[in-house]
């Protein structure tokens, strides 16, 4: 599976048609502890750009936006309980949502690994 990242610092992970998604080790270390998360309804349709879940940490709160339209299929519900796990394994067990994708050439625009490492560097 391949693994996409946004300059928002989403990370998007493609598996058939079905994308997880999920923020950056960047963003959640930029974002501290996280204590909340708010995530999508099933069944919403979302479109590129659109603010789509919520994290809350102990040093602010910040919007999470859609790096790819579709309809979300799946939420992570354990994040309810253990928000932390999103600074813990942002990559894995951290994941926000899942979305059906409506068009996989937006993933065309989104940045490789390496690209995005050298995006951060920038900042």
Known sequence: MTTRYSKEHEWVRLDGDTATIGITPFAAEQLGDVVFVELPEKGK??????????????????????????????????????PQTVNEAPEGDGWFFRVK???????????????????????
């Open 45 to 82: 349709t979302i479109a590129k750009g659109d603010e789509v879940a919520v994290v809350e940490s102990v040093k602010a709160a910040s919007e999470v936006y859609a790096p790819v339209s579709g309809e979300v299929t799946d939420a992570n519900a354990a994040l309810e309980d253990a």
């Open 101 to 123: 994708l409506s068009d996989k050439s937006e993933l065309d625009g989104l940045m490789d690994e390496a690209a995005y490492k050298a995006f951060c560097e920038e900042l």
